[in-house]
């Protein structure tokens, strides 16, 4: 596989495209379902060797046509079920989760008077058991998925299970509501990225592939203005440190990449992307400095509204 980017040779061609004006303005919220415990040798290499509970972010999007659009789900409660019993146990037991029945995604939406009726969309950036955790909530949404990753993951329970998932977390995604992405037939160039999908035709969710951690990931490049830009960058980094400093995980790390040498080489071109683009927000999933500046400073600023 090639890499994701086209050919850049400077500065100024890793510069994303200009948001236009009429560009429909949407609305991110960062939230979380669930934390699992990770020794954060395990995250950057070189770093301390401490147990750290490590955030499953996922995303609502409010677009002002097609409404609310979820990326990813994070855990579910659904996981101590899956995980109950032996070989599938094992995953509870290297990675163990913590996550309450309040702490789903559907019962967050819930809080904030979003119904699963009203999630018109979910976008799920790959298929691993951290990601999907709450997708059979979502009865009634258009689900995107990569194709490649759909296909991958028809193979058995058992074999799915040392790659990261769990079968039984996705097996009611029912195939009517099902929409397989074809990079590579049907993308396009967006500035510095090779094949990307412009979701709604209009330049707010850009869909682009990042293959490495899992065979059919992709990060979603949501554009609101010039000045606030986000790249959702699902597991193609723990950290952001990853990128930053040009290196991966402990050794064992490893065995949690589909193919580890392609998931390195996007470090250095998502390094040169934050660099000519100061207004983009990169956000990897598990990055728990992203938990903080997301959620628990928007915790403490609404705890400081109430007692006002």
């Known amino acids: 596989m090639s890499s994701i980017f086209n050919n850049r040779n400077n ?6 495209p200009p948001v236009l004006e009429t560009t429909p303005k949407c609305k991110l919220t960062v939230m979380n379902a669930g934390f699992s415990k990770i020794n954060n040798k395990h995250l950057l290499k070189g770093a301390n060797s401490s147990d750290v509970l490590v955030p499953a972010l996922f995303f609502l999007i409010e677009h002002p046509i097609h409404g609310y659009i979820l990326f990813d789900t994070g855990y579910s409660t659904r996981f101590y079920e899956a995980t109950k019993s032996f070989p599938f146990s094992i995953m509870n037991r290297l990675t163990p989760v913590q996550i309450s029945e309040k702490d789903n995604a559907v019962a967050q939406l819930l809080q904030m008077n979003i119904s699963t009726s009203q999630i018109q969309t979910v976008i799920l950036s790959h298929l691993h058991a951290d990601h999907v955790g709450g997708i059979s909530d979502f009865k009634f949404s258009t689900i995107y998925v990569d194709k490649r990753e759909w296909e991958f993951c028809q193979q058995s329970k058992i074999k799915l299970l040392f790659k990261g998932y769990l079968k039984e977390l996705i097996e009611n995604i029912h195939l009517s509501s099902l929409k397989q992405l074809d990079f590579d037939k049907n993308g396009s160039s967006y500035g510095p990225f090779k094949n990307t999908i412009d979701l709604f035709n ?3 969710v ?3 592939p990042l293959p490495g951690h899992a065979i059919g990931q992709f990060g979603l490049l949501l554009n609101i203005s010039n000045q606030e830009r986000y790249f959702l960058i699902a597991d193609s980094v723990y950290v952001k440190e990853n990128y930053q400093k040009n290196r991966g995980g402990s050794f064992l790390s490893r065995f949690a990449h589909y193919n580890l040498k392609q998931y390195k080489s996007n470090f250095p071109m998502l390094k040169q992307l934050e660099i000519a683009n100061p207004n983009l927000m990169m ?6 400095q992203m938990y903080t500046l997301f959620i628990q400073k928007a915790k403490k600023h609404h705890s400081l509204i109430k007692r006002k």
Not at 11 to 16: V, Y
Not at 283 to 288: G, K, V
């Open 11 to 16: 500065k100024n061609e890793w510069t994303l």
């Open 206 to 208: 850009i869909l682009v």
């Open 283 to 288: 956000i990897p999933t598990h990055d728990s």
């Open 202 to 204: 209009d330049a707010t």
